[in-house]
């Protein structure tokens, strides 16, 4: 019984067909190829499948694709950069050794885009709470929270 | 597997009316999909699309809050922050801002968990829950809708459509608690809500609700009663936190311990009456 859903997938339409009670995470990853989304606890603790569905962060692995809906917007990581060009939260993430292992960092961008893209200018404060769903066992935070930090004083447009 | 995507109301009403698709309700999911842990049901209804129930209305004399708002909507909503700021502090402490965006108070309170975040808020400002069936609507008490661990007075083709709090009286202030092991993504240790009138340093109402210390959300009748009418001093707060640490039943789990708990309920109860009392008009 599997569904079509129209969807618009990193500014593309796109006719998507999976089972609806298959996790969006693996529709992504698996039916699309969008891996860049990754799979951390697999039950909306860690953050690292965030996307952004329509302006929202949200955690990938705890929604259903029944649950989308024709038209729905859907970001992931792929959809941030340029073709040839990082784009500034990677760039900012990259100088400032904000990824270690590289497991959060996608779903930790998204968070901040979703942030960024709805409040171009946090105070420190409201950046720690954009990413506090967001797990790393890595860097400690306190790099990660600079490298969005530069981007908001870097002034570029997200 | 059945997958219902409803379109509204009656329609939803309609498939869970007939007992061949009696299948669970999904909303935001982020309990459920947690909870099914990939051994989907044979059937789920949909109600996620039903956008009668996402609606926050102001009333005379009370808010109504439809069962498929978003905390993240609570969050922003001048009529809520105005009207039960507390509720407003809850739901910022719901997981994070993911789990924000999709989950639904409605969710959060049908899930009946004791730890939830929202009930212990609308139960301290004695909020009623609207439960609708084919049949028609009924209102009752948040306080009478949780029966025991995990069980809720919903019947099987009954949907919460609604929760419904009454606006503050005049002198009312609330403050909701959380003590958890950290500010996101956490559990809690313990989760209450004080709402009071209290007037040149006399107690002329107060409702305490509480989380995580008990198989439900629950009220402290006895402390509340006790409360009732007096002067607050030094003495009466004190007995108030010993009447709350002996009126509460916590166990110990994963979280905590029942010792833990009934320590930090009393000092939340202390906290709140000795922030009142100071900010009293005449203290």
Same mark, same amino acid.
């Given at each position: ?42 039950? /909306? ?9 329509? /302006? ?14 024709? /038209? ?79 981007? $908001?004083?870097?002034? $570029?447009?997200? | !597997?059945?997958? *219902? ?17 009696? *299948? ?15 051994? !989907? ?98 209102? +009752? ?22 929760? +419904? ?26 989760? !209450? ?32 009663? *006790? ?20 009126? +509460?039943?916590? +166990? ?10 009934? *320590? ?20």
């Amino acid at each position: 019984m599997e569904k079509n859903i129209a969807l618009i997938i990193n500014g593309k339409k796109r006719k998507v067909k999976a089972h609806p009670a298959e996790r969006l995470l693996d529709v992504l990853r698996e039916n699309l190829k969008l891996t860049g989304t990754k799979e951390g606890c697999g039950e /909306g603790e860690c953050g690292a499948c965030s996307i952004v569905l329509n /302006g929202e962060v949200v955690n990938s692995c705890i929604i259903i694709f029944g649950q989308l809906d024709n /038209g729905d917007e859907i970001t992931t990581i792929e959809g941030i950069a340029g073709k040839k060009k990082l784009h500034p939260l990677q760039q900012h993430f990259l100088e400032c050794g904000a990824s270690q292992c590289g497991i959060c960092t996608p779903g930790m961008i998204m968070a901040a885009y979703a942030l960024l893209k709805k409040n171009p200018k946090p105070t420190r404060e409201e950046i720690k709470e954009a990413v506090a769903g967001n797990l790393c066992r890595c860097t400690g935070y306190t790099k990660i929270i600079e490298a969005i930090e530069k981007c $908001v004083i870097s002034n $570029v447009k997200i | !597997m059945r997958y *219902f995507k409803c379109e509204n109301l009656t329609e939803a009403l309609g498939v869970i009316a007939d007992k061949e698709t009696r *299948f669970p309700l999904l909303a935001g999911g982020t309990d459920l999909i947690v909870q099914w842990g990939g051994r !989907m049901p044979e059937g789920i209804v949909d109600i996620g699309g039903v956008e009668e129930l996402k609606l926050i209305v102001q009333r005379e004399n009370v808010v109504e809050i439809g069962a498929l708002v978003t905390h993240g909507t609570i969050v922003a909503s001048k009529i809520v922050q105005r009207d039960c700021s507390a509720l407003v502090d809850a739901c910022k402490t719901v997981g994070a801002i993911q789990i924000q965006n999709r989950g639904t108070i409605g969710g959060n309170i049908v899930n009946a968990s004791p730890a939830g975040d929202t009930p212990p808020v609308l139960m301290a400002f004695d909020a009623k829950v609207e439960l609708t069936s084919l049949a028609g609507r009924r209102h +009752i008490p948040l306080r009478e809708f949780y029966l025991s661990y995990r069980k809720t007075a919903l019947k099987p083709d009954e949907i919460l459509t609604r929760v +419904i709090i009454p606006k503050p009286k005049p002198g009312e202030s609330a403050t909701f608690y959380k003590i958890g092991t950290r500010k996101a993504q956490a559990i809690s240790k313990v989760v !209450m809500c004080v709402r009071s009138i209290i007037q040149n340093e006399i107690v002329e109402d107060i409702a305490i609700a509480l989380g995580s210390v008990a198989p439900t959300v629950v009220r402290a009748p006895k402390t509340e009663k *006790f409360l009732m009418g007096k002067k607050l001093n030094e003495n009466i707060i004190d007995e108030a936190r010993k009447s709350l640490a002996e009126e +509460i039943k916590p +166990i110990d789990d994963i979280r905590s311990t029942a010792d833990y708990r009934k *320590f930090v309920a009393a000092n939340l109860l202390g906290r709140y009456l000795t922030d009142t009392f100071l900010r009293s008009p005449s203290a």
